[in-house]
């Protein structure tokens, strides 16, 4: 059975979301593999990420941007990408080499309630998943404000 746009298998624990990538130079048929509960998306060839540490591509690659413009069409909720050809990586890696920023993550109230309480060096505050720190002033990034040197 072939899939059109969109086909969705499921069982008791899981569930597994096929979804076509529309606009692509790469191949009429390309496919690409969410898995909602884990926020996990599986594709090839679409982004292979590069090396630990590498800077970004200097020219954005149009596989990369069209990946992109699927991932935010369909509205999926992607924290990690599993290339076939690679690493697991964060989605912000496939914004990095797009030149792109990647969008706000939503965090649950009740997670920065926790983060904001216990402070940077706690095990509840986790760069990955909450910030730690109220946004610096200037910068708009999270983090500690710079320190001033002194006289």
């Known amino acids: 059975q072939g899939v059109q746009d969109k086909q969705v298998m499921s069982d008791a624990s899981r569930s597994i979301e096929l979804h076509r990538i529309t606009g692509g130079v ?3 048929s390309f496919l ?3 898995l909602p509960k884990e926020k996990l998306l599986i594709q090839t060839d679409a982004f292979t990420p590069g090396a630990p540490n590498s800077p970004p591509p200097f020219a954005a690659n149009p596989n990369h941007l069209n990946l992109i413009d699927n991932i935010e ?12 050809h690679g690493r697991v ?4 890696d496939l914004y990095a080499a797009a030149g ?3 969008p706000a993550r939503r965090i649950a109230p009740r997670l920065m309630a926790i983060s904001a309480r216990a402070g940077p060096n706690s095990p509840a505050c986790r760069p990955d ?3 730690c720190f109220p946004r610096s ?7 500690p404000r710079p320190v001033r040197p002194g006289p």
């Open 73 to 84: 069409r369909l509205k999926l909720q992607v924290e990690r990408l599993l290339p076939l």
């Open 89 to 92: 990586v964060p989605v912000g």
């Open 32 to 34: 690409m593999v969410y």
């Open 137 to 143: 002033a200037g910068t708009g990034r999270a983090g």
């Open 26 to 28: 790469h191949s009429d």
């Open 100 to 102: 792109k920023a990647a």
């Open 129 to 131: 998943t909450a910030p």
